[in-house]
């Protein structure tokens, strides 16, 4: 395999402390897009961004968007060479409740190993790795084998909202051979991941009106439909005691998993009881016919993820609410779409109002599912860098969640290859109190990447891709 060269390496191993001071400034930035006054922390990040792409010797530059800007950066493009995208997000979640960490989320802390900040592994430190491996190369005087594209948005966090219009302007003007999207993680701790498929999302609000005002319960109970009630009842009807969602032809268009697919997940290591103890629940449920692995990457699914109406406060309160809501996440497999799901669901749910109530439905921008060849040249170079420096060959997976921008690059560049990965695990608690970065995985993931600028042009030379 074409490995980087040795001065590369070298490179990235000397002065890592050093090094770290550029991360940890980066890490300080609280770049929390859902904050509606935090804009000039998303452009200081963004500027960051530029600044570190240029000492890299790339051209960058911050593209103004009707929300968080992007960047893009790019290396001097060579005859013959393939040009490789790599996508990552500077924006970060919100760090509430902040008493539930114990060093400050925007002080970066090193301990046991591990650099503890907001957006330490989700994505500052998947940016860093890339910056890290281009400035190794480019102070090496190699000449870099590959043409990159660095692309760097600010509203991930928030379902980057505009960047599927900042795209749609880009088309004419970025060709690329392949992406990379730095934004996954490894399978388990030790076992990394390149994932070739993702869950899309449609999600919908639901409103149930009924009386014009609160009632008084004793007054006017047993007269008037209970909005609570009946939103309860509405509900309870999405999911059969087997497990299988209810909605008419929901299932009609999934794409089952193909055998292989099966079997390289059976392989893999997965505990129940080990999973139900980490997620604090005496057992794990689910559609029946699938295991709970299967369920998680293969399987589209329905979840209230909030409900509202009535009093909810300290003490009793006898009233019969006006309205009542809830807000329904129905994850998607291949070649489930959005739109169609929402139309059925607001069918489905609409047959089964009682008279007395009426319901408004708002549909959530959505996200289709994605799935790609993981038989790609981009997968061949990975999975040889990652054996390399992780020490093991790398699960071939899908994933539940969705990343919006993947889709996106498939349908406004035409971008048949990419794959998602990242240098982080499960267990680095994104999202949450605490989150981290193991220091190792992400040294790991510099090493890998530097190795797959390398070797990419290897594997697209020999024409692995062509149809």
């Keep these: 395999m074409t490995l980087a060269p040795a001065s590369v390496h070298k490179l990235i191993d000397e002065n890592k402390e050093k090094k770290l001071d550029d991360f940890f400034t980066f890490l300080s930035i609280p770049s929390v897009s859902a904050d509606s006054v935090a804009s000039p922390q998303l452009v200081k990040a963004a500027e960051w961004l530029t600044d570190q792409a240029k000492r890299a010797g790339m051209e960058a530059e911050i593209h103004s968007t009707e929300g968080h800007p992007v960047v893009v950066a790019s290396t001097q493009k060579r005859e013959n060479q393939p040009t ?51 400035k190794a190369w480019q102070a090496s005087g190699e000449e870099l084998p590959v043409h990159l594209v660095l692309v760097a948005e600010g509203e991930e966090e928030i379902g980057s ?43 919908l609000e639901i409103e149930v009106h009924g009386p014009s005002h609160d009632l008084h319960s004793g007054i006017f109970g047993g007269v008037v439909v209970n909005p609570l009630h009946a939103l ?20 009609d268009a999934v794409r089952d998993p193909e055998k292989w ?15 139900a103890h980490t997620l604090g629940v005496q057992h794990l449920t689910g559609e029946q016919g699938f295991t709970p692995n299967e369920r998680l990457r293969f399987r589209p699914t329905v979840d209230v993820c909030g409900m509202w109406g009535g009093y909810a406060g300290p003490g009793a309160k006898t009233v019969i609410p006006s309205r009542a809501g809830a807000k329904i996440s129905m994850r998607l497999v ?13 069918s489905y749910l609409t047959s089964l109002l009682p008279e007395g109530v009426e319901m408004k439905v708002t549909r959530m921008p959505g996200i289709k599912p994605v799935l790609v060849s993981p038989e790609s040249s981009l997968f061949q170079a990975f999975s040889h860098s990652i054996s390399t420096h992780f020490g093991r060959t790398p699960a071939i997976i ?24 990242g240098w982080g695990n499960p267990e680095d608690r994104a999202h949450s109190p605490n989150e981290r970065f193991p220091l190792e995985d992400l040294w790991r993931g510099v090493h890998t990447l530097a190795d797959v600028f390398a070797s990419y042009p290897h594997f697209f030379k020999e024409g692995i891709d062509n149809e």
């Design 232 to 251: 309860s009842m509405l509900l309870s009807r999405l999911l059969t005691p087997e497990g299988r969602i209810a909605v008419p032809h929901f299932y």
């Design 84 to 134: 490789m995208l790599l996508y990552g997000h500077y924006d970060v979640q919100p760090a509430d409740p902040l008493e539930e960490w114990n060093t400050p989320p925007f002080t970066p802390t090193v301990l046991e190993g591990s650099v503890y900040a907001r957006g330490a592994d989700d994505n500052k430190g998947q940016l860093f790795s890339i910056l890290s491996a281009i």
């Design 161 to 203: 909202p505009h960047f599927d219009s900042w795209l749609a302007k880009q088309e004419n003007a970025m060709k690329v051979d392949c992406g990379v999207i730095l934004d996954g993680t490894q399978y388990q701790r030790g076992i990394p991941a390149l994932v070739y498929g993702l869950r899309g999302i449609c999600y």
């Design 398 to 421: 899908r994933l539940g969640g969705g990343v919006g921008v993947c889709e996106a690059f498939q349908r406004r560049l035409n971008m048949k290859h990419l794959l998602i990965t």
């Design 334 to 346: 291949p070649d489930q779409k959005p739109d169609e799901i929402a139309h059925l669901t607001e």
């Design 261 to 275: 697919e099966r079997e390289v997940l059976r392989k893999l290591p997965f505990d129940e009881n080990e999973l």
